[in-house]
C-alpha cells in the first residue's frame, strides 16, 4: 500500500494516476472488513464503494447477486479525516507553513520536500543540498523561507517558491544539527547541535551571531524561541531544559530539572508564560518560564519516548508524538489527555505540529509517512434531529403556547399541536438539507427556519405553507435564526461567518451581510427593544450590532479563548451573556461593550447554553461537564452548588417564565426540572426519551415542558405531574426493532444485530458475519423492519437483500 501510493504521487495526471489513487481510497476504507473476512471485499466493498468511483463502475455490474444500495451514499470519494503522504525516507520533521496551505518535512535522504496541505501532492522536486539525515525543518514567519538542520553539521536557506537554496551552507557547528528555528520576526535563526552548543544566526547574511551559548553538557535535541523573540529554550539529552537570553547569549537561571531522560523537544506557550518539554522518560511537562518551576504533575499517557511536543495556536492544547507510534493530545490547564490517542503510524512518531488555525496536527513518521489529523476534541455536537425520518435540531413553542414547531435533518419543518401532540398538516418542506433552527414570531403567525442548505425559510404556522420564496444570500449552514422583538425583521448567523437581516414582510435581505467575524456565526439573539443584535461566533468573540443600519458598534468583545456557542440579552437589554468552549461564561455591557468582571469559572467542560432569569438577576448556563450552573449576574459570583443529577453532557437550558425553575436536557437522554432557589432537582428526572435530549422549552405559561431528542421524537411534559402527555410526537417511522435479514436467499430469516465498534451485522444465533458497514457510515441509525431492508436513518440509505448472496452462497454474487 505505501508503495502504491508513493507511486500515485509520483506518477503523472494521467489515467494511471486516478486508478491508482481509486484503488488507495478503496483499500483505506473497506481494508479492516476484508481483513477479517474476504468476501467483503465484493459484499461490502461493492456496496458502499462511490457510485462514480472507477472501481464500482467497472466491477458492480459484473455482479448482479449484491446487496442493492440507494439513498445517502456518496458518489466520489470523500475527503478523508486522514491525510497521509508518503515519502521515500524516515520523516523526521514536519511544519505547516504559515496559511496552512503546505508541509514541508525533512527525510534520512538529506532531503526536503514541500507538499500541498490539501491535496498531499509534492510540490516541485525535493530540496537537494544536504550530504545526511534532516533532522529539523520550519518554515519563516511570512512563509517565504524554510530553514533546515542537518547531520552534515550544517543549516541551510531555503526560498519556498523557488526551493533553491539561499546562499551558503550556515557552517560552525561541529557536529550533527538536531533543531532549527526562526525568530517571530524572520531576522534570526537558532540551531541547537550534538555540539552540546545553541548558535544565533542572522538570516539575511548568514553569518553567526556572537559566541555559541554553551551550558549544555550533552546534544541539543530540540530549540525555541519566545514568541516575543527575547528568549531561547533547549532541550537536550544532559536530561534539562535551558532558558537563554536571546540579546546577551546568557543563561537564564538554573537548568530546569525534572526529566529522568533525554530531552527531545521542547516549546514555548503562545503567551510566552510556559515551556512544555518531552521525554524519554515517556512523559510530558510543563514548565512556567518566569520561575523554571514545573507546573503540576507530568503528563502522562506515553507508553515510550516523547519525540515532539507543540502547543495549538491559542494555548490551550499540548500535541505529542511518541515512539509508541501515536499522537497524544493534552489538555494545557489540566493536564489531562484529552480522548483517545491519535493511531495510525506503525513506527515511532518523531515530529509533530498544529496547523495556524489549530484545526488540524500533522505527525511525521518513521513508517515514512506524514499523516494530518482533524484536531478537534470531543465529539461533535450532534444536533438532535428528531421526531421526523431524522434527528430534530430545534425545538420552540409559539407564544400562546398553543403549537410547537421543530426542525430536523430530514429538511423539513413541523407543527405540532402541543396539547395533542398531533402533527398539524403536513410537514413544512422546502428545504433541501438540515434544518437546525427555528423560531416563532412574537404574534404566534408565522414561523422562521435555517438550514444547511444555505437558506433561510418564512411559513404561514396556521396553513403550513411557505411565505414567498426562500430568503437566499448567506452561501454556508445557516446556524441560528430569531425574529426582532416586533416580527418585522429577522435575523441569521451563518458558517460563512456572516450575519444577515432580513425584512420578514417581503423576504428581502436589509442592507448587505454584517460581517466582522472571521469564523463561524454559532448563535445571534435580538436586544429587547429590537436595536441591537448581538451574535457569537466560533471565533471566540461576540460582535454587537445596529440592526438598522448593519453597522457594527465598535470591536468585538474580545475575553472567550475559544469558540461561542451561545449568546443572549438580559431582559433589560443592558448586557449580554455568553457561553464558550473555554469552559467559562463572560458577561458584557451592552452600552460600553466592556466585559463586566472576570469571566464565570467554574464548569470543567465546554458550556453549550446560556439564559437569564426573567428578571435578569441571575444565568443559568449549561455544560459538558454534566453540570447546570446558577450565576448572580451582578456579582459573578456561582450562586450555590452546580445543580448535579445529568450523567452526560448538558446541550439545553431554560428559565421557566416565572423564574422559579430551570430545565435542562441532556445526552443523558433526560429532561430535569430544578428548583431556581435552592438549586434542587424537583422530583425525578423525566425520563421517555430513548437518545439525547438536544433542546428544551418551557411553554410561555410554564405548565409544560417541551424537548427535542436525537431519538427522532418531540416529548411534551406536564411541570405538575412532570408525566408525558400523551405519545412523544413522532412522524411515521414505524418500524419493527427485531427485523430478520436473510444470510442468504433460500435460508430462512435470521435475526440480526448492529455493532457501531465493530462495524458488523452479525446473526444473534452463532455471532456470523454478514455485512461489514465501513466507519464513514457508522454514524447512521440502523431499524430491522420485517422486510428484506435495511433503514439507516441518519440520513437514509436503504438496503434491500431480496436477491442478495450471502452467507455460505456469497460465491454466487457473480452474474
Known amino acids: 500500500m505505501p508503495k502504491v501510493q508513493y507511486l500515485a504521487q509520483r506518477t503523472a495526471e494521467n489515467e494511471a494516476q486516478t486508478i491508482l489513487l481509486d484503488y488507495i481510497q478503496f483499500e483505506k476504507r473497506f481494508r479492516q472488513g476484508y481483513m477479517m473476512s474476504a468476501p467483503q471485499v465484493y459484499i461490502s466493498g461493492l456496496v458502499f464503494a462511490p457510485q462514480d468511483s472507477i472501481i464500482s463502475r467497472h466491477y458492480r455490474p459484473k455482479f448482479q447477486n449484491l ?21 521515500p525516507g524516515d520523516v523526521s520533521s514536519v511544519a505547516f507553513s504559515p496559511d496552512g496551505s503546505h508541509i514541508v518535512s525533512g527525510s534520512s535522504d538529506g532531503t526536503v520536500c514541500l507538499w500541498d496541505a490539501k491535496t498531499g501532492q509534492q510540490v516541485g522536486e525535493a530540496l537537494v543540498g544536504h550530504t545526511d539525515y534532516v533532522h529539523s525543518v520550519a518554515f519563516s514567519p ?16 531555503w526560498d519556498a517558491k523557488t526551493r533553491q537554496q539561499v546562499g551558503e551552507a550556515l557552517v560552525g557547528h561541529t557536529g550533527s544539527v538536531q533543531s532549527v528555528a526562526f525568530s517571530p520576526d524572520g531576522s534570526h535563526i537558532v540551531s541547537g547541535c550534538g555540539d552540546k552548543t545553541v548558535r544565533l544566526w542572522d538570516a539575511k547574511t548568514g553569518q553567526q551571531v556572537g559566541e555559541a551559548l554553551v551550558g ?28 537563554w537570553d536571546a540579546k546577551t547569549g546568557q543563561q537564564v537561571g538554573k537548568a530546569l530539572v525534572g526529566h529522568t531522560r533525554y530531552v527531545q523537544s521542547v516549546a514555548f506557550s503562545p503567551d510566552g508564560r510556559h515551556i512544555v518539554s518531552g521525554s524519554d522518560d515517556g512523559t510530558v511537562r510543563l514548565w512556567d518560564a518566569k520561575t523554571g518551576q514545573q507546573v503540576g504533575e507530568a503528563l502522562v499517557g506515553h507508553t515510550d519516548y516523547v519525540g515532539s511536543v507543540a502547543f495549538s495556536p491559542d494555548g490551550s492544547h499540548i500535541v505529542s508524538g511518541s515512539d509508541d507510534k501515536t499522537v497524544c493530545l493534552w489538555d494545557a490547564k489540566t493536564g489531562q489527555q484529552v480522548g483517545e490517542a491519535l493511531v495510525g503510524h506503525t513506527h515511532y512518531v518523531g515530529s509533530v505540529a498544529f ?7 500533522v505527525s511525521g513518521s518513521a513508517d515514512k509517512t506524514v499523516r494530518l489529523w482533524d484536531a478537534k476534541t470531543g465529539q461533535q455536537v450532534g444536533k438532535a434531529l428528531g421526531g421526523h425520518t431524522r434527528y430534530v ?49 412574537p404574534d404566534g403567525s408565522h414561523i422562521v427556519s435555517g438550514s444547511d442548505d444555505q437558506t433561510v425559510r418564512l411559513w404561514d404556522a396556521k396553513t403550513g405553507q411557505q411565505v414567498g420564496e426562500a430568503l437566499v444570500g448567506h452561501t454556508n449552514y445557516v446556524h441560528s435564526v430569531a425574529f ?66 448593519g453597522q457594527q458598534v465598535g470591536k468585538a468583545l474580545v475575553g472567550h479563548t475559544n469558540g461561542v456557542h ?72 456561582q450562586f450555590g452548588e452546580a445543580l448535579v443529577g445529568h450523567t452526560n453532557f448538558v446541550r439545553s437550558v431554560a428559565f421557566s417564565p416565572d423564574g422559579s425553575h430551570i430545565v435542562s436536557g441532556s445526552d443523558d437522554k433526560t429532561v430535569r426540572l430544578w428548583d431556581a432557589k435552592t438549586g434542587q432537582q424537583v422530583g425525578k428526572a423525566l425520563v421517555g426519551h430513548t437518545h439525547y ?123
Not at 511570512?142 to 536557506?157: A, E, F, K, P, W
Not at 530540540?222 to 532541550?235: E, K, L, M, Q, T
Request: net charge negative; glycine share 10%; proline share 5%.
Open 67 to 87: 446487496i442493492q444500495a440507494s439513498g445517502a451514499l456518496d458518489a466520489v470519494w470523500p475527503p478523508s479525516e486522514t491525510l497521509v503522504i508518503y515519502v
Open 142 to 157: 511570512d512563509g517565504s523561507h524554510i530553514v533546515s538542520g542537518s547531520s552534515d553539521g550544517t543549516v541551510r536557506l
Open 216 to 243: 549544555h553538557t550533552n546534544y541539543v535535541r530540540s530549540v525555541a524561541f519566545s514568541p516575543d523573540g527575547s528568549h531561547i529554550v533547549s532541550g537536550s539529552e544532559d536530561k534539562t531544559v535551558c532558558l
Open 355 to 361: 496547523s495556524p488555525d489549530g484545526s488540524h496536527i
Open 393 to 441: 435540531w430545534s425545538v420552540a413553542f409559539s407564544p400562546d403556547g398553543s403549537h410547537i414547531v421543530s426542525g430536523s435533518t430530514d429538511k423539513t419543518v413541523r407543527l405540532w399541536d402541543a396539547k395533542t401532540g398531533q402533527q398539524v398538516g403536513k410537514a413544512l418542506v422546502g428545504h433541501t438539507d438540515y434544518v437546525g433552527s427555528v423560531a416563532f414570531s
Open 484 to 549: 426582532s422583538p416586533d416580527g418585522s425583521h429577522i435575523v441569521s448567523g451563518s458558517e460563512d461567518k456572516t450575519v444577515c437581516l432580513w425584512d420578514a414582510k417581503t423576504g428581502q435581505q436589509v442592507g448587505k451581510a454584517l460581517v466582522g467575524h472571521t469564523h463561524y456565526v454559532q448563535s445571534v439573539a435580538f436586544s429587547p427593544d429590537g436595536s441591537h443584535i448581538v451574535s457569537g461566533s466560533a471565533d471566540q468573540t461576540v460582535c454587537l450590532w445596529d440592526a438598522k443600519t
Open 566 to 637: 451561545s449568546v443572549a440579552f438580559s431582559p433589560d437589554g443592558s448586557h449580554i451573556v455568553s457561553g464558550s468552549v473555554d469552559k467559562t461564561v463572560c458577561l458584557w455591557d451592552a452600552k460600553t461593550r466592556q466585559q463586566v468582571g472576570k469571566a464565570l469559572v467554574g464548569h470543567t467542560h465546554y458550556v453549550h447554553s446560556v439564559a437569564f432569569s426573567p428578571d435578569g438577576s441571575h444565568i443559568v448556563s449549561g455544560s459538558d461537564d454534566k453540570t447546570v450552573r446558577l450565576w448572580d449576574a451582578k456579582t459573578g459570583q
Open 693 to 815: 435530549v438536544q433542546s428544551v422549552a418551557f411553554s410561555p405559561d410554564g405548565s409544560h415542558i417541551v424537548s427535542g431528542s436525537g431519538d427522532k421524537t418531540v416529548g411534551l411534559w406536564d411541570i405538575q405531574t412532570r408525566q408525558q402527555v400523551g405519545n412523544a410526537f413522532v412522524h411515521h417511522t414505524d418500524y419493527d426493532p427485531s427485523g430478520q435479514l436473510p444470510k442468504s436467499p433460500s435460508d430462512v430469516m435470521s435475526p440480526i444485530k448492529f455493532s457501531v465498534c465493530t462495524g458488523w451485522f452479525q446473526t444473534w444465533q452463532d455471532q456470523s458475519h454478514v455485512l461489514w458497514v465501513p466507519y464513514a457510515f457508522h454514524h447512521h441509525a440502523f431499524h430491522y423492519p420485517p422486510c428484506h431492508m435495511i433503514f439507516c436513518a441518519q440520513p437514509q440509505i436503504q438496503l434491500k437483500f431480496n436477491n442478495a448472496a450471502l452467507g455460505p452462497s456469497w460465491a454466487m454474487i457473480q452474474n
